[in-house]
């Protein structure tokens, strides 16, 4: 198993440019989840899914959607990016969706807005 | 609110000392808490979790951590240190969003420093 993968690692935008950040698991997982990592701060949700075709906002959702047409895949696209932005994103995917159920992570997205 | 409070910001120990990473949790129930590790330029990876089967919990790589109640601790030991160890320690409470969905709330991180 791959477990879960993400696509690219770094990313390099302009002000106001989109795109979409790729995250697919290979575990068969009804639960995924974005999140983007600070400094300093920790992790903060920013979307989820509870399955194929059923997504909901986190914590910081303002700037991103998702949408999630497969099990496996959980893009999550900036619509125009902004400084504010800059994070190194992370993907998550878990089998049970209750508090004991392990997480398992995917590498990150370093993304820089300029 | 459920939270975790990491104490300190950055540890330094030498090779084959022990290993203290301390967190306090607040919540008013029997929560599940997990350590994550991320190298540098990596992802994160479990440690271990304590989801109230045990209060030691042991994880990978030599770790293992201690659920105190009276305490409000879930401190992360191990007995020797390696160079390999040297990485950014997450402390993680998780919790039910007002939608029912288990996200996880993460403390502000350990970084542990090693030196030969």
């Known amino acids: 198993n791959a477990g879960v993968t993400q696509t690219p690692k770094f990313q390099v935008l302009k002000t106001g440019q989109s795109m979409t950040l790729q995250c697919a698991q290979d575990m068969n997982h009804e639960y995924m989840s974005w999140y983007r990592q600070d400094p300093g701060m920790g992790l903060r949700l920013i979307h989820y899914?509870?399955?194929?075709?059923?997504?909901d906002q986190g914590e910081v959702p303002n700037g991103y959607n998702v949408s999630r047409s497969t099990t496996e895949d959980f893009p999550l696209r900036l619509l125009s990016a902004a400084p504010s932005q800059t994070s190194v994103y992370f993907c998550a995917s878990s089998y049970e969706g209750v508090s004991t159920d392990t997480q398992y992570f995917g590498p990150g997205t370093r993304l820089t807005v300029l | 609110a459920q939270s975790v409070t990491q104490l300190d910001s950055h540890v330094s120990v030498s090779e084959g000392t022990p290993v203290l990473l301390r967190c306090n949790y607040s919540s008013s129930y029997s929560p599940s808490l997990f350590w994550y590790v991320q190298h540098p330029n990596k992802g994160l990876q479990l440690l271990l979790k304590y989801t109230s089967a045990a209060t030691l919990v042991k994880g990978i790589n030599g770790f293992e951590a201690e659920f105190k109640k009276s305490e409000t601790s879930f401190h992360l030991t191990k007995p020797s240190a390696h160079m390999s160890d040297a990485a950014e320690y997450f402390c993680?409470?998780?919790?039910?969003?007002?939608?029912?969905?288990?996200?996880?709330?993460f403390g502000t991180g350990t970084r542990l420093l090693v030196s030969p």
């Open positions: 899914s509870v399955g194929a075709g059923i997504t």
């Open positions: 993680v409470v998780s919790v039910t969003w007002h939608t029912g969905f288990q996200k996880l709330v």
